[in-house]
C-alpha cells in the first residue's frame, strides 16, 4: 500500500478560511434571512478596473484570430509583463531587476507555497507569530524546524533578528494579518542578518500598493544588500482586484545563492526556473495581458482610486472601534484592520458572537498563531455601505 507524507499528519485540520467558510456556510443554514457581511477572507468587491478589462478583450480578439493566437507560453511570463513589471520596480521603488529575475506566476500564495521545494527539511526556518497561516503550514508539509518570531504590541507586530542564526526567514510586509510596516531601518537589520548567516529571506509584498505612509519600504529590494538574501513574492490579488483573476509574480535575483550537501553555492534563480518549467506551465496569455495593464499610468492611477476605495473603508472600521473604545492596530498602510477581541472574548469565541449577533464574518486572531489569540482581523474590502452597516451593527452590540 502507497504511504503518505507524514507530515500532512500535523497539519491542523483545516487551513484557516476553509474552517471560517464552513462556519459562516452553517451559519447562513440555519439563517437564510439574515444578510451576512463578509470582512473574513481579504476578497476584493470592486470589479477590474477598465484598462484591464479592456486589454483582456484585445487579448480575446487576439486568442480569435490565427496569427495572433497564443498557445502555451513561457512558464516564467511574457516579457511584455515582465518588462511592464521591471519598469514599475525602477520608477517606483528606485530598484533595478534583470528581467530573467522576475517570474510570473497564478499569485503569491502559490509560489509563496512552492518556494519550499527548493530547500532542504534539515533548514532551520524563522515564522512570525502571528503569521499567513500558508508560511507555517507549508513548512509543516515539508518537515523542516519551524522556530516562532514572536510579534506582539510590545514590537510593534514588526519582530527583529534574534541572537542565534537561521536558515530560512518569512516575513510579510506590510503585514497579514497585524497590518504592521517594516521600516526601512527595520529591513536593513533583516537583510544585514541574513547576509551575516547566510540565510534566505522569503520576503511576501503583496500588500505593498496599500503603504500610504512616506518613506516606507514597498519592497525588500529598496534595502542594500538584499540581493544577496531575498526572494520577493508579489500578487495583484489586492493591487488590482485580481483575487479571481490570479497573478501575481516573484523575484529571484540572480546573485542569490544557497548551499549544496558538498558545500557548492547554488544559484536559486537557475533552481526556480528549473522548478517552474517542469510543474509549471504559465499564466494565460488573457490574464498576463489584462496585469500588463495595471502597470500603465491609466493601470496606475485606475488602480489606485480602488485602493483609495478601501481606504476609506479602514478609516470607517477604525473610527467605529474608536468610538467603542476598542483597541486596534493596522488600517494605514495595509487593508486589515486587527483588533483587540472585546470583554476578554478570545477569537473564536468573538467570531461566533459577532456572527451570530450581528451576521458579520471577521478572521479570528488565533487562526493566525498563538500570539494572535485575543485578536480578531476585519478586512477594508467590502463596499462602503456594507462596511457602514457592518460597524453600525457591531457598535451596537459592543
Ligand atoms: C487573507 O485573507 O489573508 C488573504 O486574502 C488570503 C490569501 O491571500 O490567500
Given at each position: 500500500?502507497?504511504?503518505?507524507?507524514?507530515?500532512?499528519?500535523?497539519?491542523?485540520?483545516?487551513?484557516?478560511?476553509?474552517?471560517?467558510?464552513?462556519?459562516?456556510?452553517?451559519?447562513?443554514?440555519?439563517?437564510?434571512?439574515?444578510?451576512?457581511?463578509?470582512?473574513?477572507?481579504?476578497?476584493?468587491?470592486?470589479?477590474?478596473?477598465?484598462?484591464?478589462?479592456?486589454?483582456?478583450?484585445?487579448?480575446?480578439?487576439?486568442?480569435?484570430?490565427?496569427?495572433?493566437?497564443?498557445?502555451?507560453?513561457?512558464?516564467?511570463?511574457?516579457?511584455?509583463?515582465?518588462?511592464?513589471?521591471?519598469?514599475?520596480?525602477?520608477?517606483?521603488?528606485?530598484?533595478?531587476?534583470?528581467?530573467?529575475?522576475?517570474?510570473?506566476?497564478?499569485?503569491?500564495?502559490s509560489d509563496v507555497g512552492n518556494i519550499t521545494d527548493l530547500f532542504s527539511a534539515?533548514n532551520?526556518?524563522?515564522?512570525?507569530?502571528?503569521?499567513?497561516?500558508?508560511?507555517?503550514?507549508t513548512n509543516?508539509m515539508l518537515?523542516t524546524?519551524?522556530?516562532?518570531?514572536?510579534?506582539?504590541?510590545?514590537?510593534?507586530?514588526?519582530?527583529?533578528?534574534?541572537?542565534?542564526?537561521?536558515?530560512?526567514?518569512?516575513?510579510?510586509?506590510?503585514?497579514?494579518?497585524?497590518?504592521?510596516?517594516?521600516?526601512?531601518?527595520?529591513?536593513?537589520?533583516?537583510?544585514?542578518?541574513?547576509?551575516?548567516?547566510?540565510?534566505?529571506?522569503l520576503?511576501?509584498?503583496?500588500?505593498?500598493?496599500?503603504?500610504?505612509?512616506?518613506?516606507?519600504?514597498?519592497?525588500?529590494?529598496?534595502?542594500?544588500?538584499?540581493?544577496?538574501?531575498?526572494i520577493?513574492?508579489?500578487?495583484?490579488?489586492?493591487?488590482?482586484?485580481?483575487?479571481?483573476?490570479?497573478?501575481?509574480?516573484t523575484?529571484v535575483?540572480?546573485?542569490?545563492?544557497a548551499?549544496?550537501?558538498?558545500?557548492?553555492?547554488?544559484?536559486l534563480?537557475?533552481l526556480w526556473l528549473r522548478r517552474q518549467t517542469t510543474k509549471f506551465?504559465?499564466?494565460?496569455?488573457?490574464?498576463?495581458?489584462?496585469?500588463?495593464?495595471?502597470?500603465?499610468?491609466?493601470?496606475?492611477?485606475?488602480?489606485?482610486?480602488?485602493?483609495?476605495?478601501?481606504?476609506?473603508?479602514?478609516?470607517?472600521?477604525?473610527?467605529?472601534?474608536?468610538?467603542?473604545?476598542?483597541?486596534?492596530?493596522?488600517?494605514?498602510?495595509?487593508?486589515?484592520?486587527?483588533?483587540?477581541?472585546?470583554?476578554?472574548?478570545?477569537?473564536?469565541?468573538?467570531?461566533?458572537?459577532?456572527?451570530?449577533?450581528?451576521?458579520?464574518?471577521?478572521?479570528?486572531?488565533?487562526?493566525?498563531?498563538?500570539?494572535?489569540?485575543?485578536?480578531?482581523?476585519?478586512?477594508?474590502?467590502?463596499?462602503?455601505?456594507?462596511?457602514?452597516?457592518?460597524?453600525?451593527?457591531?457598535?451596537?452590540?459592543?
Amino acid at each position: 500500500m502507497a504511504h503518505i507524507n507524514e507530515n500532512f499528519l500535523s497539519l491542523k485540520q483545516s487551513y484557516l478560511f476553509s474552517e471560517v467558510a464552513k462556519r459562516v456556510s452553517a451559519f447562513s443554514e440555519r439563517h437564510p434571512e439574515k444578510k451576512i457581511i463578509r470582512m473574513g477572507i481579504g476578497d476584493v468587491t470592486l470589479p477590474l478596473v477598465d484598462c484591464v478589462i479592456d486589454s483582456m478583450h484585445q487579448a480575446v480578439e487576439d486568442m480569435a484570430k490565427k496569427e495572433t493566437f497564443h498557445g502555451y507560453g513561457p512558464e516564467q511570463g511574457y516579457d511584455f509583463l515582465r518588462t511592464a513589471i521591471q519598469e514599475y520596480y525602477q520608477q517606483e521603488m528606485g530598484v533595478s531587476l534583470n528581467l530573467d529575475e522576475i517570474f510570473i506566476s497564478d499569485g503569491a500564495k502559490s509560489d509563496v507555497g512552492n518556494i519550499t521545494d527548493l530547500f532542504s527539511a534539515e533548514n532551520t526556518v524563522l515564522i512570525p507569530d502571528p503569521v499567513y497561516p500558508v508560511y507555517v503550514d507549508t513548512n509543516q508539509m515539508l518537515g523542516t524546524k519551524i522556530v516562532y518570531l514572536q510579534a506582539d504590541e510590545n514590537n510593534g507586530f514588526c519582530p527583529m533578528p534574534p541572537e542565534q542564526g537561521a536558515d530560512l526567514i518569512y516575513l510579510c510586509s506590510p503585514n497579514n494579518p497585524t497590518g504592521a510596516a517594516y521600516t526601512r531601518q527595520q529591513l536593513k537589520e533583516w537583510v544585514d542578518y541574513a547576509n551575516r548567516y547566510g540565510a534566505i529571506i522569503l520576503f511576501d509584498a503583496a500588500y505593498e500598493a496599500f503603504v500610504s505612509e512616506q518613506g516606507l519600504p514597498r519592497s525588500i529590494f529598496e534595502i542594500e544588500g538584499a540581493k544577496t538574501c531575498a526572494i520577493e513574492f508579489c500578487s495583484l490579488s489586492k493591487t488590482a482586484g485580481f483575487t479571481g483573476t490570479r497573478c501575481g509574480y516573484t523575484v529571484v535575483p540572480k546573485a542569490l545563492t544557497a548551499k549544496s550537501e558538498q558545500e557548492k553555492e547554488i544559484l536559486l534563480n537557475q533552481l526556480w526556473l528549473r522548478r517552474q518549467t517542469t510543474k509549471f506551465n504559465g499564466v494565460s496569455y488573457i490574464v498576463q495581458r489584462g496585469a500588463a495593464a495595471v502597470f500603465t499610468q491609466q493601470g496606475k492611477r485606475q488602480t489606485r482610486e480602488n485602493i483609495s476605495y478601501y481606504r476609506e473603508n479602514a478609516r470607517m472600521i477604525g473610527a467605529a472601534l474608536t468610538e467603542k473604545g476598542i483597541p486596534y492596530f493596522g488600517g494605514i498602510n495595509s487593508p486589515y484592520i486587527w483588533m483587540k477581541c472585546p470583554n476578554g472574548m478570545d477569537s473564536w469565541e468573538f467570531f461566533d458572537f459577532l456572527l451570530e449577533n450581528a451576521a458579520v464574518v471577521g478572521t479570528p486572531g488565533a487562526g493566525f498563531g498563538n500570539n494572535g489569540e485575543g485578536f480578531f482581523r476585519l478586512t477594508a474590502f467590502s463596499d462602503h455601505e456594507s462596511t457602514a452597516e457592518a460597524m453600525e451593527r457591531m457598535k451596537k452590540i459592543l
